[in-house]
């Protein structure tokens, strides 16, 4: 060593007083809070891997220091290197993306855990579809595409003049539930030719969801493939679109987490289609004893519950068929949670005809819970 | 416990510091002598470190426990003045034996359940049923570090440890306990009986330290969601291929190297003064060069505990080349129990007998020093694929996608938007100019100066604001 004195000792004192300081300051903060000492939580578990790892995690995400250094460091990291942190992806022209949906694009399959009835879409699908088909109800699968899917050339400039693409792993469920005699309504080609006539973005520009218009196409090309398989007849009770105009901060955006940047982002103006009745002048409503149950994810709630309401997929598919449909809808929890939900809710059979299964593309390996095989009660509890 | 950790830093650290400094404090009021203190310090440390290690998992203290005392047995044994060559050498085939044991069973048993396996399932016979081994942080160092006291006092080139706490001290140390450096017992056996204690040097472990952080928070972290990508991805195109390689050949280095700098200034803030690990690798111009600068710690043990038994280059050139892939190809599987690993001690040890083959009088050795830089680190960027990959066919597409043969997808267009952007090309950019910065981490840190101080500060700084922000991130070696 043949460090200078001066220097050597500034440094030192500088450097303990920089790691000794965060725990002081925020036993500080935490006794003039009225809080229990946080650190002291070590001595009140069972020191096994998961309770340290768990008091680590708690420790951090209370840190006073971490809560004044994280939203800065994300905001710079933001407008001076693009960089948008574990769930957000940014495209071209302003557009978000979520991230682990393009990592499921992008990547290699995940190997499969050994337990079929845990993670293989199709052998739940298949099962469901089995188990309805014994009441002699009939199933149709609705994949609807990743932002990403339908507008690749947003996402990166090497995808310009793109205007949709099938990741292998979708490629690869649609053709098994093909060939499982599952049907399914491809949304990657309607809306593919959608866009090739140009209009609106059939997906919000701060949103992972579909847009408005988005919604209309799902929407028509869903009732149309029921219709046409004449499984049910369209209803008739006349719906009519009302203008509802919205203002909407992305989830993609909020994901990010940084407040400022919330506070400085523009919010979108998305000009919804509300479905009202002709007859009454009322919003559309879920009919309990509809023909048609619709399952599905956070793509069916947007503009349904959330604002302006009753201008989602269900309205709309609804206006479509003329007649209201049962719904149930778990947001994120398409692959597994609404079946279990639904499982639970009996009542909800009564009548059907129809189950249209709406789920995210991204789910064929981000399910939350996975794809597990859900039974249906026993037939003679159907009508509960 | 991870050194990039909020609870490293602020709190594990702070507290050890405080603790090992407050000892002489307290001991010199109740008059006790210079021995004393220094075994109080060291038990100190023992205790911390297995605070440390145990935050992981504390059942594996007891496995660390027992190859502690099987070793220090085994060197009480040689050492013992009445014993001959017979029990001295069973002393030290029992250590030895007992350590690689233990290594044997934790890390290779899984891989060889596995592997028996696959071969009869080419007789269409069912296979095992597998026993499940949990592989404990860092056991290949630390099992290691204590075979090397055994054959140190063996060989008569370290004396025996004063006590089992300063023997478990060593082999427990925090700083360099899961990743290294490997330090050997000679090299700090001094240092266990008494160690200096400076502001110089403190601060030194202090610039150190910062760097490693730095290193490892700063540019592997994000180095690695650039590997990440393109090793995960399904489909490359070739510049993607190159460049997911090549994002992963700096991460691994600035991240088994920030881990290093760290154990080194760790090391000398309580007064311990570890080996370098690391001299500029990428600027190596040849593989022989390349393994004398990268991990200079296991290199240098393979040589003295492997290579020179082995008979090193003294018994004709074939069984120099022989010996050399033979310490490679171990040196591989010292890495991890899988065959790419395998395939890349191999592969390095083809590489070193070949250029023994070429000598230094070759066409290789007359090309201009950047050419041979620019060649060395293709070859081990190549080498790395199989170090990344977690299997071999998986490998094998890569270096297919390397020349050419794997992309063309739309999903590989695609891959640009995780590959390209602006934070993954300035990371890339920054992490080339560390790497040509003239001087190393270990020289920049021997002398202090005011800039540097001040380069030091804004380090830490942006360090630990990073840190901050950064999802959980452990070393890259705690896995071996």
């Not at chain 1, 679109?241 to 909020?254: F, M, T």
């Not at chain 2, 306990?177 to 400076?198: E, F, K, N, T, W």
């Amino acid at each position: 060593m043949n460090n200078a004195r001066t220097e050597s000792m500034v440094l030192t004192v500088g450097f303990i007083l920089a790691i000794a300081c965060a725990g002081i300051w925020q036993a500080i903060v935490e006794i003039g809070g009225g809080r229990p000492l946080q650190a002291l939580d070590l001595f009140r578990r069972v020191p096994t891997a998961a309770n340290l790892r768990a008091y680590e995690r708690d420790l951090e995400d209370a840190s006073w220091l971490t809560k004044q250094l994280r939203p800065g460091m994300q905001y710079r990291q933001f407008v001076w290197l693009k960089e948008a942190g574990e769930k957000v992806l940014i495209g071209r022209d302003g557009w978000l993306f979520y991230k682990p949906g393009v990592n499921v694009l992008l990547s290699r399959p995940r190997p499969i855990s050994g337990n079929p009835g845990a993670d293989d879409p199709v052998a739940a699908i298949v099962a469901f579809r089995e188990a309805l088909a014994e009441r002699g109800i009939e199933l149709l699968v609705v994949v609807a595409p990743n932002k990403e899917s339908v507008y690749p050339d947003k996402l990166t400039w090497r995808a310009a003049g793109m205007s949709g693409v099938v990741g292998p792993k979708t490629v690869g469920l649609l053709r098994r539930l093909d060939a499982a005699g599952v049907k399914t309504v491809d949304l990657f080609a309607v809306f593919d030719r959608v866009r090739q006539t140009g209009g609106p973005p059939l997906y919000l520009i701060q949103d992972s969801h579909w847009s408005p218009e988005g919604v209309a196409v799902a929407a028509k090309a869903i009732a149309g493939q029921i219709i046409d398989y004449g499984w049910i007849e369209r209803g008739d009770i006349a719906f009519e679109i009302r203008p509802a105009v919205v203002e909407r901060v992305g989830d993609v955006l909020r994901m990010l987490q940084v407040p400022r940047l919330e506070q400085e982002a523009v919010p979108e103006t998305i000009r919804c289609g509300q479905v009202i009745r002709s007859d009454t002048g009322a919003t559309y409503k879920d009919d309990p004893d509809s023909q048609v149950l619709i399952l599905g994810d956070s793509f069916l709630r947007i503009y349904e519950t959330d604002e302006p309401g009753s201008a989602g997929l269900i309205a709309h598919l609804a206006g479509q068929l003329k007649q209201p449909l049962t719904s149930l809808v778990s947001d994120g929890g398409a692959s597994t949670l609404v079946r279990q939900e639904l499982y639970r809710r009996p009542a909800l059979w009564k009548n059907k005809k129809i189950v249209v299964w709406e789920f995210v593309e991204r789910d064929i390996e981000l399910g939350a819970e996975g794809w597990q095989i859900i039974p249906l009660l026993p037939i003679g509890k159907n009508s509960e | 416990m991870v050194f990039s950790s909020y609870i490293f830093l602020f709190s594990f650290l702070p507290l050890v510091l405080g603790g090992y400094y407050a000892l002489p404090w307290v001991f010199r009021r109740l008059h006790r002598s210079e021995v004393f203190l220094s075994r109080s310090r060291n038990l100190f440390l023992l205790l911390a470190s297995y605070v440390f290690y145990g935050w992981w998992n504390p059942k594996f203290i007891l496995l660390m426990l027992l190859v502690s005392v099987v070793n220090y047995t085994g060197g009480r044994v040689i050492s013992y003045p009445k014993a001959g060559p017979r029990q001295k050498r069973a002393g030290v085939t029992a250590a030895v034996v007992v350590s690689l044991s233990l290594l044997g069973f934790f890390k290779y048993g899984m891989f060889f359940q596995t592997n028996i396996n696959e071969v009869l399932s080419w007789f269409g016979v069912g296979g095992i049923g597998i026993f499940q081994i949990v592989l404990p942080m860092g056991i290949s160092f630390y099992t290691f570090q204590a075979m090397s006291y055994s054959i140190d006092v063996y060989r008569g080139d370290a004396p025996p440890a004063r006590s089992l706490a300063d023997f478990a001290c060593y082999i427990a140390s925090f700083p360099q306990l899961v990743a290294g450096p490997i330090v050997r017992y000679r090299a700090i056996a001094q240092q266990l009986i008494g160690r200096d204690h400076s502001w110089e040097k403190f601060a030194s472990g202090v610039s150190m330290f910062v760097l490693g952080l730095s290193k490892k928070v700063l540019l592997a972290n994000p180095l690695g969601g650039i590997a990440d990508a393109g090793f995960g991805a399904q489909t490359l195109e070739v510049s993607d291929a190159w460049f997911g390689v090549t994002a992963y050949a700096f991460q691994i280095y600035f991240d088994f190297s920030g881990y290093s700098d760290m154990a080194v200034g760790l090391g000398r803030m309580i007064g311990f003064e570890f080996m370098k690990n690391f001299d500029a690798p990428y600027r190596a111009v040849s593989i022989t060069d390349f393994w004398r600068r990268w991990h200079i710690s296991l290199s240098t043990f393979l040589r003295d505990y492997l290579y020179i038994p082995l008979g090193g280059n003294r018994r004709g050139p074939r069984r120099t080349y022989l010996n050399l892939a033979i310490v490679m190809l171990l040196g591989g599987l010292w890495h991890g129990a899988n065959w790419t690993f395998v395939v890349w001690g191999a592969y390095h040890g083809l590489l070193l007998a070949f250029e023994r083959y070429l000598g230094k009088e070759s066409v290789y050795h007359r090309l201009p020093r950047l050419a041979r830089v620019v060649i060395t680190f293709v070859l081990v960027l190549v080498s790395w694929v199989f170090f990344r990959c977690s299997t071999l066919h998986e490998a094998v597409l890569y270096l297919a996608a390397m020349i050419g043969l794997g992309g063309g997808t739309e999903p590989a267009r695609l891959l640009a938007a995780v590959l390209y952007g602006r934070n993954e090309l300035v990371i890339m950019a920054l992490a080339v100019v560390v790497l040509a910065w003239p001087v190393p981490s270990y020289e920049w840190s021997e002398r202090l100066t005011w800039p540097k101080a001040v380069v030091l500060a804004a380090a830490l700084t942006l360090a630990v604001m990073a840190m901050c922000s950064q999802a959980f991130n452990p070393f890259l070696y705690f896995q071996f």
